[in-house]
Structure formats: C-alpha cells, structure tokens
C-alpha cells in the first residue's frame, strides 16, 4: 500500500532513489484519476441528477449542461429534448425567455384522418379536424384564430397569432400548426387551442389526435386525446395564461363541447357566434 511505501521510503531515503520516484508517480497517479472521475463522471451525473429532480417536480426551467461527446453528453442531450406528456389537469410553465421573450411558440396539431381496418374505411368518409383558438389581449380585444371564417391572424400583429393553414385531409406530415408569437407575451392574456371535427363523424378515438407544444431550448409538450367517449365535435384543449409578462402556464384541458359557444361560455369568453363555412 502507499503508506508502506512511505514508510520504507522514509527509513531509507538513501538507499533506493527509485522507490521515490515510484511513489510520486503512484500519488500522481491517484490524484489524475481522481480529478477524473470528479470532472467526467460525478460532476456530470450530480448536473443530470439536479436537472431530472426538477422535472419530476413539473419544473422545466433549466437544461442539463453536459456537453461531452460520452454516454453522459447523450443521455443529458436526451434528456433536453425529451416530451413532457402532460396529463389532464395537469398545469406547466414554459421556460422563460429572459428579456428576448419566449420566443416562437408552434403548437401542432396531427391526426388520423382515415379510420383503421378495411371495414371502417368502407363505412365511412374520413374525418376533417380543425385546429383553433380563442385569444384575449390585455387591452381586452377577443377573438378567435381558426380556417373557420378564415380568421388566419397575424403573428407580428394583434393577436400575435397565426394558423399556418388548413389541412382538410390529415395526410399533410407536418399537420395544422398555430403560431404564437411569444416575444408578444407582455400584450397577451390567454390563449385557449380548441380543435373541433368540421366534417365527418364525431370519432375521437380514430381519429388518434396529438397535440404538441414546441418553443426554443426546452422540451416538447405533448398532449395525448386520450379521452374519447363524446359526440360532442368540439374539444378544448390546452389553457395558456400570461404569468407576470414573462412566461405562459400551460393547463391540459381535453374537454368535449357541442360547439364554439358552449366552449366559450365554459370559459367565460363572451364572444357573439354565426354560423360559417371554410
């Protein structure tokens, strides 16, 4: 052991310059593999351990920094991309922007627009889901944004929101997406994304829908339809509310409604509704 080679060293320090340079070259030794260790494996793991804690306490303002090319780098860079499946209720804050804002927020919306099985595909036509939402700014202008009346918005105008377009089939890759202009935040108060079936049966489980929440240098919010039993064609799904200018909380709603109003009167909106057509 080291201390028995100290102690020989000691009693005989003339005797065996060698045996000197051995200890030294052993103490150095230990000492490199030490700092190793403290610098790629447990400083790393202590930054992952913090950041997952925070996560598992619905906490998502902070990313690992890990940036080794090693298995830590992968797992920390995972852990940065990985989707936070929200459930319903459940309520979230995006991770601040700073002074810049929140930067652009996309919320996609994709589903399955042909029934599964051949029976099914006979029997019926295919579903036409819409993506939408009710807006209100803090100077207390409401609205809605939706292909419905072609109320497309503006994302660098009131409301600082923009649906990108109208995918009437359910094939297009990339689905419908609503744009929110995040650096706005100061101007907006809420924002309530609806997605209702403008054609075809009220069929919420074939149509298999995800919502999911991306913004910069976090992770993706995904919202799962994961209830179905309704023949309502309108469903609320997720609740953004302004938090102090700086941030938006996010609230999973996935609640069925027979149509704009009803969804407008549950959440106290007040908006006067006729019917349209696309």
């Not at 593999?33 to 494996?41: T, V």
């Not at 929200?86 to 991770?95: A, D, I, Y």
């Not at 919010?221 to 309108?234: G, I």
Request: hydrophobic content about 45%.
């Amino acid at each position: 052991s080291l201390g028995i080679l100290f102690i020989i060293a000691i009693k005989s320090p003339g005797d065996n310059i060698a045996l000197y340079a051995l200890l030294l070259v052993i103490v150095a030794i230990i000492l490199t593999m030490d700092h190793c260790l403290k610098c790629f494996i447990t400083k790393p793991l202590l930054e992952i351990n913090e950041v997952t804690g925070k996560i598992a306490n619905l906490d998502f303002s902070e990313l690992c920094n890990v940036s080794s090319k090693d298995e830590y780098g992968v797992l920390a860079n995972n852990i940065n991309k990985m989707a936070i499946n929200l459930q319903k209720g459940q309520k979230v804050s995006l991770k601040k922007g700073g002074a810049a804002g929140l930067g652009e927020i996309l919320v996609n919306l994709n589903w399955n627009a042909k029934p599964k099985g051949f029976l099914a595909g006979l029997l019926s036509s295919g579903i036409d889901l819409d993506l939408g939402c009710l807006f209100e700014l803090k100077d207390g202008n409401k609205g809605a944004v939706q292909a419905l009346g072609n109320a497309f918005g503006c994302l660098n105008r009131p409301p600082f929101i923009a649906l990108d377009g109208d995918d009437r089939t359910g094939a297009a890759a990339a689905g419908e997406n609503l744009r929110i202009n995040g650096n706005e935040i100061k101007n907006i108060q809420r924002i309530l994304v609806y997605t209702f079936i403008y054609e075809g049966v009220a069929n919420w489980k074939q149509a298999d829908a995800t919502v999911t929440l991306k913004y910069p240098g976090a992770e993706d919010l995904v919202v799962k339809m994961d209830t179905f039993n309704s023949s309502n064609k309108m469903c609320g799904l997720v609740l953004l509310e302004n938090v102090n200018d700086e941030t938006f909380s996010v609230e999973k709603i996935v609640q069925f409604y027979q149509g704009h109003e009803d969804l407008d009167r549950a959440f106290g909106w007040g908006l006067r509704w006729r019917a349209g057509r696309k």
